[in-house]
Nanobody, 124 residues
Framework: QVHLVESGGGLVQAGDSLRLSCAAS????????MGWFRQAPGKEREFVAA????????AYADSVKGRFTISRDNAKNTVYLQMNSLEPGDTAVYYC?????????????????WGQGTQVTVSS
């Protein structure tokens, strides 16, 4: 069982940066693939980024590649999403998720555990 709590969201202007954190409980955090997803009003939840247990494999959505960076600290049971050059289109609720499968997947339905989400709003 893994319990996830996101933090770090807020209201920023276009071009600003934010860093989201996801704190996980559970002894097996380091064995999970960790992902970030987001959901804007009226839209489906979409994949943002994911990282495997060691950080050796990372995947990004094309829309955030070059602007967002995912990382994890297994000693702190925490995964991060550094978001730079934010755009109004990045406005959404951001969710952290954990997947017990060892390889990265981009489909939200395959993830086993979810946080409650944190709101990110980017004004133009």
């Amino acid at each position: 069982q893994v319990h996830l709590v996101e933090s770090g969201g807020g209201l920023v202007q276009a071009g600003d940066s934010l860093r989201l954190s996801c704190a996980a409980s559970g002894r097996t955090f380091s064995s999970y693939v960790m992902g970030w997803f987001r959901q804007a009003p009226g839209k489906e939840r979409e994949f943002v980024a994911a990282i495997n247990w060691s950080g050796s494999h990372i995947a990004y959505a094309d829309s955030v590649k070059g602007r967002f960076t995912i990382s994890r600290d297994n000693a702190k049971n925490t995964v991060y999403l550094q978001m730079n050059s934010l755009e109004p289109g990045d406005t959404a609720v951001y969710y952290c998720a954990a997947d017990q499968i060892i390889f990265i997947r981009r489909t939200s339905s395959t993830y086993d555990y979810w946080g409650q989400g944190t709101q990110v709003t980017v004004s133009s």
